[in-house]
């Protein structure tokens, strides 16, 4: 537990499912005050409420879709509006999907890196223009992935969306660290959410996937809420512009394992 988060206001893109929700949940715990924003289904950002609520904190619910700049700007307005302030944003909505790159619609590229790149750089903004405004050493957190610096073959366009998140990142801490102002990155490897489930649900695609994880297992979503409850906390004061991977080792060339090579 950390104890300079009871009370902060967090927000978090994406927050009714997967990480989104093992970050609002863990933020509970830790008796902050969470904005759970989804995209469509009401009654799954209800249900991360209650459990928010459940684990000791407060919650309110607020749609919209990261693509759309009046959402982004509308979320950041609520959560002030609803609880004073705004402390933390996390930045976690996103998508995927495979297709051979020759064969990629203009379309399907421009959703995905509109919903990752872009939505994480809207909601970046907000909230650092918010912080600026007020005077806050708050700090934004944007949900990358190992694939920030694994190429990702049939996943041209989610592997560019995240290799320009680290760059994003990277540039935003720069730009305001003399503010007190932190960005991160965490950088996830696999880990068990609905991104994944169809995948995971086949045990030849899910032994092959955790063939490629030193400690050999795909990662629960409360491994990754820790590490955003640890760089949201006073804990990671002097941490910025980096990304901190929760992946079990997959970064660190697994292949070569056992001496290999
Ligand atoms: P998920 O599918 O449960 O979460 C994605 C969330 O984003 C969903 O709640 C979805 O409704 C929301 N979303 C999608 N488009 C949106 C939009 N335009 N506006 C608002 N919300 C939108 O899957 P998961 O795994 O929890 O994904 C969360 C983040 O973690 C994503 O950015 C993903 O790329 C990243 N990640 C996940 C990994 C994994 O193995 N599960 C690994 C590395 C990164």
Request: glycine letters at 10%; aromatic letters at 8%.
């Amino acid at each position: 537990m950390y104890k300079d988060l009871k009370d902060k206001v967090v927000v978090i893109t994406g927050g009714a499912t997967g990480l989104g929700r093992a970050m609002a949940v863990r933020f509970g715990q830790e008796q902050a005050k969470v904005v759970i924003n989804y995209r469509n289904n009401e009654n799954e950002a209800l249900e991360a409420k209650k459990e928010v609520e459940e684990a000791g904190g407060q919650a309110i619910i607020v749609p919209g879709d990261v693509t759309v700049e009046g959402d982004v700007i509308n979320l950041v307005q609520t959560a002030v509006k609803e609880f004073g302030t705004l402390n933390v944003m996390i930045n976690n909505a996103g998508v995927e999907n495979p297709v051979p790159s020759h064969e990629l619609s203009l379309d399907n590229w421009n959703k995905v890196i509109d919903t990752n790149l872009t939505g994480a750089f809207l909601g970046s903004r907000e909230a650092i223009k918010y912080f600026v405004e007020n005077d806050i050493k708050g700090n934004v957190i944007n949900m990358s992935s190992v694939h920030e610096m694994i190429p990702w073959p049939l996943f041209v366009h989610y592997a560019a969306s995240k290799g320009g998140m680290k760059l994003m990142t990277e540039t935003l801490a720069l730009e305001y660290a003399p503010k007190g102002i932190r960005v991160n990155n965490i950088g996830p490897g696999a880990m068990n959410t609905p991104i994944n489930a169809e995948k995971f649900a086949d045990p030849v695609q899910r032994a092959d996937v955790e063939s490629m994880i030193p400690m050999g297992y795909i990662g629960k979503p409360e491994e990754v809420a820790s590490v955003a409850a640890f760089l949201a906390s006073s804990e990671a004061s002097y941490v910025t512009g980096i990304t901190l991977f929760a992946d079990g080792g997959m970064t660190k060339y697994p292949s070569f394992q056992a001496g290999r090579g």
